[in-house]
C-alpha cells in the first residue's frame, strides 16, 4: 500500500500564486519519510493537502489508499497530526497530562472521558519523552522545547497508523531535539507506524530517515537522503550557495536557509 501519493497536484496559496505544481509522487508504507525545503517551498501545504485540510487547485493526492478530497474523515482517523503552531490558547489552564489525553479522547464519542488505559497510554507517552514529571504542569508555562514533546506525547499515546508532524524540532532545545528524534526513531522501529516529518535540515534525523521529500514548490527529488544529497538538486533548491563536503565518511550539506545538514 502507497503511504503517500499525489498526481500532477497542484495548490494555490490564498493570493492566487502557486504553493505547489506539477507534484506527481508515491512512496510505500511503512516509512520514515521526511519532507524538506527552504521557508516557503511548500512542505506544510503538502501535509494540509494529503490530510484533507486544503483542496488542491488540480490533481490528486491520498493518503494510504484514500483519496485526501473524498475521504478525507477516513484520513483524519489514521493520523495523529502534530501541526507547526498549536492553538492552545494560553489562558486556558490545561496541565501537560490534559494535553496529552486530547489525543486519546479526541477520536471518541461524546461523552470524552478518559479510561485507566487512556491515563496509563499517556503517562506512558510522558515517560517517552521525559516528561513524567511534570505531567501536572500548566501547559503555558511549559519551555518552547517542552511544549514541543508534550505535544510529540500527545501524538504517541494516540492511535493511527501514521503520525504526521510540520517541523515538531523548530524552537526546540538542544536536549528536547535529541530526545524527539531518538523516540520518534524508536518508535518507528518497533512500531508498524509510518512517521511523515516536515523539516528544514535533514541533518537530526538522517540516520532514521527512509524516504526524502525534496520541494521547492514542485517535486524537485524524491528517494533516500543519499539520493537526495545531490548537488545539483540542491543548487536548485537552495541556490548557488549550497555546497556538499564529505570528512571521515560523512557527507555535509551546507545551505544557507538550513545551516549544516549531514548524511553518513
Given amino acids: 500500500m502507497n503511504l503517500l501519493e499525489a498526481e500532477d497536484l497542484a495548490v494555490r496559496y490564498p493570493n492566487g500564486t502557486w504553493a505547489l505544481h506539477n507534484v506527481t509522487f508515491s512512496i510505500e508504507a511503512p516509512s520514515f519519510t521526511a519532507v524538506i525545503g527552504p521557508n ?10 494529503l490530510l484533507g485540510l486544503i483542496e488542491p487547485a488540480r490533481g490528486h493526492s491520498g493518503l494510504m489508499g484514500y483519496d485526501s478530497v473524498r475521504q478525507k474523515s477516513k484520513i483524519r482517523k489514521l493520523v495523529r497530526y502534530v501541526p507547526q503552531r498549536e492553538g492552545i490558547a494560553a489562558n ?21 472521558i478518559a479510561s485507566s488505559k487512556d491515563r496509563d497510554l499517556a503517562l506512558d507517552a510522558l515517560k517517552q519523552v521525559d516528561m513524567l514529571d511534570l505531567k501536572d504542569r500548566s501547559f ?20 493511527g497508523p501514521v503520525l504526521m508532524l510540520d517541523e515538531p524540532l523548530a524552537g526546540t532545545d538542544a536536549h528536547s531535539q535529541d530526545l524527539i528524534v531518538e523516540v520518534l526513531g524508536k518508535y518507528h522501529n518497533e512500531h508498524d507506524v509510518s512517521i511523515i516529518m516536515v523539516t528544514h535540515d535533514l541533518n537530526p534525523i538522517h540516520t532514521y530517515v527512509e524516504d526524502v521529500l525534496l520541494l521547492k514548490n514542485t517535486l524537485v527529488g524524491i528517494g533516500t537522503p543519499c539520493d537526495v544529497m545531490d548537488i545539483e538538486m540542491l543548487k536548485r533548491v537552495y541556490g548557488p550557495s549550497a555546497r556538499i563536503v ?12 538550513s545551516g549544516f545538514d549531514r548524511h553518513d
Wanted: hydrophobic letters at 35%; proline letters at 5%; charged letters at 25%.
Fill in 140 to 159: 503555558s508555562e511549559l519551555s518552547g522545547g517542552q511544549k514541543q514533546r508534550v505535544l510529540v506525547a500527545r501524538a504517541l499515546a494516540g492511535e
Fill in 92 to 112: 486556558i489552564p490545561l496541565k501537560a497530562m490534559d494535553i496529552v489525553l486530547m489525543g486519546r479522547l479526541l477520536k471518541k464519542a461524546p461523552p470524552r
Fill in 246 to 257: 564529505e570528512y571521515a565518511g560523512h557527507r555535509y550539506c551546507i545551505t544557507r536557509d
Fill in 40 to 49: 516557503g517551498s511548500g512542505k506544510s501545504t503538502l501535509l494540509r493537502t
